[in-house]
């Protein structure tokens, strides 16, 4: 009999702004879309023979950590009782604990040391960055090669300025896109078409490996652009 073929595990990450300015409606809408995204993976890991879903959300505000203290959990193990939001917008402490868990799993990150899922990073933000410590942090993290193989995306909400955006472009660079979502009870609907989408594409690939030159990311970004056009009548 031949040995069982492990599976890729495929690391989705969310860098959530929870920052004053985030309570309510905003935080209200991030809870609820990362509960539905729990459901669908646990349905969609059940299915699948090729990937393993680990979860890792970073929220951020005057410092940054880890929900609950895990640098990431397996999907069926996640526990999720929303965001507690307050201070103010570090982003450069997010980047810090990113830039950590990028690393290696034989230098102390969550990434495997061969082969391997490139994977899906968020960053969500309703505001400025406080400080500029955030641009020295993100050269930092450049340089790892799992960031540069990650498919990346920002989503800006309810605010349209050159600031933000080029914050987040400077954040997906050529890997993803920035989303502005103009109302926030939109929220919820584009952070569950990026992270779903991504998921579903990547997890059925015949070859779930990583290669940052010739990656499956153009061809995520192609179908999650169309999803997003069809926002009004999406339903998962």
């Given amino acids: ?19 004053k300015s985030m309570s309510g409606k905003r935080i209200e809408q991030v809870d609820s879309a990362i509960c539905d995204i729990k459901k669908y993976l646990v ?22 950590s880890f929900y609950n203290n895990k640098e990431m959990i397996n999907i069926d193990q996640f526990k999720y009782d929303g965001i507690k939001t307050g201070g103010w917008s570090n982003l450069h402490f997010a980047y810090e604990k990113l830039g950590d868990i990028l690393k290696k799993e034989s230098k102390g990150g969550i990434m495997p040391d061969f082969g391997g899922a490139a994977p899906i990073i968020l960053l969500l933000t309703d ?8 641009k ?7 340089n790892i090669p799992w960031f540069k193989a990650a ?8 605010l349209d300025d050159k600031l933000t955006t080029s914050v987040l472009r400077d954040f997906v660079g050529n890997n993803g896109d920035v989303i502005k979502c103009y109302d926030s009870s939109m929220l919820k ?15 059925t690939s015949a070859n779930v490996s990583y290669n940052p030159k010739e990656s499956q990311n153009k061809i995520v970004q192609q179908q999650i652009a169309e999803a997003l056009s069809e926002t009004e009548d999406w339903e998962w």
């Fill in 127 to 134: 505001g400025h960055p406080t400080g500029k410590e955030y």
């Fill in 43 to 64: 349905d969609l890991q059940s299915e699948n023979t090729n990937v393993d879903f680990y979860m890792t959300i970073i929220p951020f505000s005057n410092n940054a």
């Fill in 1 to 19: 009999m031949k040995d069982r073929i492990a599976k890729e595990r495929l690391n989705i990450i969310l860098l959530v702004d929870a920052s």
């Fill in 151 to 158: 498919l990346r995306y920002g989503i800006a909400i309810e």
């Fill in 189 to 203: 609907n584009i952070i569950k078409i990026i992270v779903l989408t991504a998921s579903k594409v990547k997890s």
């Fill in 136 to 142: 020295e942090k993100l050269k930092m993290i450049e």
